[in-house]
């Protein structure tokens, strides 16, 4: 794993924000090119991906290899680009990142060839689509797997699979029966409980003893593959777009973020079990006082997944570290988060992902999901660096017995109830993401009005 020395520190306690970066992005994009223009099979694939998928073949890659003749150290560091000390690197090469940017890894090594390696969710999957009998190295279900996929000159394609791994060498892996046994715990955990503190309890219980297993990255990668098929079964956005991946086996190996919502009682275990997980709080995020609504950002840095909490927030709480001091002050009315909550339940819970953000050519993806009957929402940024917007929200059926409540305690009227009972409350959104000049973070400023627009009480007249 890359070694805390070289990574920037960010305080969650400040107005972070994240910078643009167009030369580094520049860089890359140039060195994709010369590759792409060199490597008809790549190539081919690339635009397959565009066409078939609605994906940019950038956002599909793990990392770079550039041969150490090929690059000046110097034009690297004015880049922005550091070396990181990595467990598992090859053998005569070192690794470059720019820590303030989501850009993957360079690797510079004595190599005479450039390799772009590329991340499908399964690799398997992903070789079952070529069928052409390439040998993939390292055992299913192992930390990393890896198969050269086309090798033309000094230009080579290859495909990696990562579960819980950083690295950059295939290894021996002797959890692998560990790793499937907590796999398959978490896709049939139990998720629906009539306390939502017991099923809190119950989560952290199986983490805990998930960890005490495995290695936390580990623990992480399996958590989120059932996470994100659990997600799906209940969204047809997002079923739509992974069968229109799965045409070329790629899977979610183009996710960019999770979103999880939480009530403000349970939020701290919420973050206390993605800690347990080893991700570690980033910046905080705060979408105005008018939104009433705030947000955790949350990274695991050897399994680069990245998670928003989103919970109801008062302006005088955003200066405090609401992800472990929680809240003194509880609520006689519900906000756009706590009444999603009370509507559907913890995300942590049955409620699942309020949304999986990916990364996808915004235009594209956008005019080919209308085509397949997906309808997205007006987008909340459209900015050269930063383009969002969610599908038209998926709505479920809610739980009598949450109405009942809801009603008992005057959270909502009597109009709201009967339309909730008859046409259910807006549950889950796929969002629609493009990225470029290397920017890492969030629009702050227009995302309180999408946000409200998916607030489920705005789908009835009335109110409480």
């Known amino acids: 794993m890359a070694t805390a020395k070289d990574e920037k520190k960010i305080n969650p306690n400040v107005d972070f924000d994240w910078e643009l970066h167009p030369d580094l992005d520049n860089f890359i994009n140039d060195k994709v090119k010369e590759f792409l223009s060199h490597n008809k099979f ?22 770079m290899a550039i041969p150490e003749n090929d690059i000046d150290y110097a034009k690297l560091a004015d880049l922005g680009l550091e070396e990181v000390e990595i467990d598992n690197k090859i053998p005569n090469s070192k690794v470059f990142r720019h820590l303030r940017s989501y850009l993957f890894p360079i690797v510079v090594w ?27 190295e390292g055992k299913p279900f192992a930390h ?60 952290e219980k199986l983490i805990v003893d998930s960890v005490r297993q495995l290695d936390s990255a580990r623990v992480s990668d399996a958590f989120f593959r059932a ?37 403000r009682e349970n939020f701290t275990r919420m973050i206390r079990i993605f800690e347990k997980m080893g991700y570690s709080c980033r910046e905080k995020y705060y979408a105005g006082e ?3 609504w705030g947000a955790q950002i949350m990274e695991h840095k050897a399994c680069n ?25 509880r609520e006689d009315k519900l906000r756009t988060i706590g009444m999603w909550i009370a509507l559907h339940g913890e995300s942590m819970l049955q409620a699942g992902m309020h949304h999986l953000e990916a990364r996808f050519s915004f235009e594209k993806l956008t005019n080919d999901l209308y085509a397949n009957g997906v309808e997205l929402m007006n987008p909340f940024s459209n900015f050269d660096f930063l383009k969002q917007a969610f599908t038209k929200g998926e709505v479920w059926q809610v739980d009598k017995k949450r109405l009942d409540k809801l009603l008992s305690s005057n959270l909502i009227s009597k109009e709201q109830y009967d339309a909730f009972t008859k046409e259910g409350a807006i549950g889950s959104h796929m969002e629609n993401l493009e990225r470029d000049q290397g920017f890492k973070g969030f629009n702050k400023a227009s995302v309180t009005k999408i946000i409200l627009e998916t607030d489920p009480t705005k789908q009835h007249a009335g109110g409480a």
Do not use: C
């Open 144 to 203: 990393f797997r890896k198969a050269t996929l086309s090798s033309e000159g000094n230009y080579v394609l290859s495909a990696v699979e990562r579960r819980g791994y950083d690295g950059f060498t295939v290894k021996e892996s002797d959890d692998i029966d560990k790793y499937m046994s907590i796999l398959s715990a978490f896709y049939s955990r139990q998720r629906y409980f009539d306390d939502d503190d017991k099923g809190m309890e119950y989560t």
């Open 227 to 263: 996470e994100r098929a659990y997600w799906q079964k209940r969204n047809r956005a997002g079923q739509v777009q992974k069968a229109r991946q799965d045409v070329l086996g790629l899977g979610w190996g183009n996710h960019d973020h999770h979103t999880y919502r939480s009530s």
């Open 290 to 292: 008018k939104a009433g």
């Open 305 to 329: 997944i990245v998670v928003f909490t989103d919970v109801d927030l008062n302006p005088d709480e955003t200066t405090l570290d609401f992800a472990h001091s929680g809240f003194v002050e």
């Open 110 to 136: 004595k190599s005479k060839n450039m390799e772009i390696a590329i991340k499908p969710e399964s690799i398997d999957d992903f070789m079952q689509v070529l069928a052409n009998g390439i040998e993939i």
């Open 42 to 63: 790549a190539n081919s694939l690339a635009t397959k991906m565009l066409d078939k998928t609605s994906t940019r073949f950038v956002d599909w890659i793990d990392h």
